[in-house]
Structure formats: C-alpha cells, structure tokens
C-alpha cells in the first residue's frame, strides 16, 4: 500500500521566519495530495492541496510544491505568525473504489512559532 | 450550519463494554470515512463508505462495525472494547469525485470523538 514519510517530526521558527515540511509518497498513480493543519484538541483542516498536473500552487503565505518525478511533496510557510503553531500532515492518496479515494497521512510536523 | 457532526465528544467507559458513535453530514455528500488518531497523532483510515456502499475496510478488528443507514450517516459500533482503542475517531465526508470530473476533493472532518477505555 501507499507510504508516505513527513519530515520533520517538529519544527520551531521565529515568528516572521520560513518553516518547510517535506513528503515524500511511494505510489505513483497518486494525483492529489492534500495539506491539512491540527491544532490542539480540533479536528484537521484543509489550508491548502495540490495535483499532480501541478507543480506548485501559493495561497498568500501557503505555497505548495510537487515533483512528481521524485515522489515528493514539500509545504513552505512564509512570514510564520504565533497561530501558524499546529499539527501539520500532509496527506497523498489512492482510488479506494466506487466515488471513493483513501488518504495516507504523514505522521505529522508538530510546528512552534515562537513569539 | 455545521458540515460534519459527531457525537459523543467525548466518551469514557469500561473494558468489555459496547459503544457507539454517531456521524452526519449535511454537505450532500456521498461519501463518508471513519479514521482513528493515537495518542501520537497518527491518522489513519479504518473504513469508508459512497452512498451506503462500504468500500475501505482497512485491516480493523471485526469488534469495529460501521453502519450506514443513509448516505448523511456514518455510524460506528464497537464491541468488547478493549485498552487499546482508546483514541480519537473522526468522521470525514467527500463528494464523490465522480461528480466531479474524477478530481479528488476536500475531505472534511468532524470534530471528532475522545474514547477513553478504562
């Protein structure tokens, strides 16, 4: 089945600094791969994604990027703000059947902003 | 107006017992998952459901049985609980990418559900 490795495990900026989170997927029919942000106790939300005819994709200081070619996939976060600090997995994903598709998540980047 | 639903929030309860957990959406989607979080945050998909069909069924316990009875519901029954399920088990919905041109779409999870086993 897909493997997909997330690196680092956790990541302490200065506020205002970059942060970088990479994967890398092993299945190469992958096409979708989403990016979604946990903070403590809530549920895990999309803040950005990208597909396979794509390269790379920004959404203001989210930017996205995909080398298809190398199996993987890198989140940069600019201008880092004490609410960037969360749980952050990045997720690829396979035809599960019918109208369904699976996610393989990350083990997630445990990511501190530090004021 | 929320888009995905779960109850309980939280659960608490003795080894041996059985429990349920509820799930609805109201986005009209088709499709609807079940996923467990560990203690270290690991998320992973335990089954998944298009239109009351179940077509993931990861390696789970057969104490697990999920239950659809329409496709707005996603419901999860769990016998003989034991130590080890304790975890936080989301729901999830998404439209069925059929719809879509086969383009994958957003997931959206639900707020989750705590179960402590005790």
């Known amino acids: 089945g897909e493997n997909v490795e997330q690196h680092p495990s956790t990541l302490s900026v200065q506020e205002g600094d970059s942060a970088v989170i990479k994967c890398t997927y092993s299945d190469s029919a992958s096409n979708y791969f989403p990016w979604y942000k946990q903070e403590l106790g809530k549920r895990p939300q999309l803040i950005i994604d990208i597909r396979s005819n794509v390269g790379e994709k920004k959404d203001q200081r989210i930017a996205v990027t995909l080398n298809k070619t190398a199996k993987h996939f890198s989140l940069h976060i600019t201008e880092t703000q004490p609410e960037d600090s969360a749980v952050y997995f990045c997720a690829s994903s396979s035809f599960a059947g019918a109208g369904s598709y699976q996610l393989t998540f990350g083990k997630g980047t445990k990511l501190s902003v530090i004021p | 107006d929320t888009a995905v639903s779960q109850t309980p929030k939280y659960l608490v309860t003795q080894m041996g017992n059985d429990k349920s957990i509820k799930c609805e959406q109201n986005l009209g989607h088709d499709t609807m998952y079940w996923y467990k979080q560990d203690s270290k945050k690991f998320l992973k998909i335990m089954f998944s459901?298009?239109?009351?069909?179940?077509?993931i069924n990861e390696t789970v316990p057969n104490r697990f049985s999920p239950k659809s009875p329409d496709k707005a519901h996603l419901n999860l029954h769990i016998n003989s609980l034991e130590l080890g399920d304790s975890a936080v088990y989301f729901c999830?919905?998404?439209?069925?990418?059929?719809?879509?041109?086969?383009?994958?779409?957003?997931?959206?999870f639900g707020p989750g559900t705590r179960l402590t086993v005790l």
């Open positions: 459901y298009n239109n009351k069909e179940l077509i």
């Open positions: 999830a919905s998404s439209q069925d990418f059929r719809h879509s041109g086969g383009s994958y779409n957003e997931q959206f």
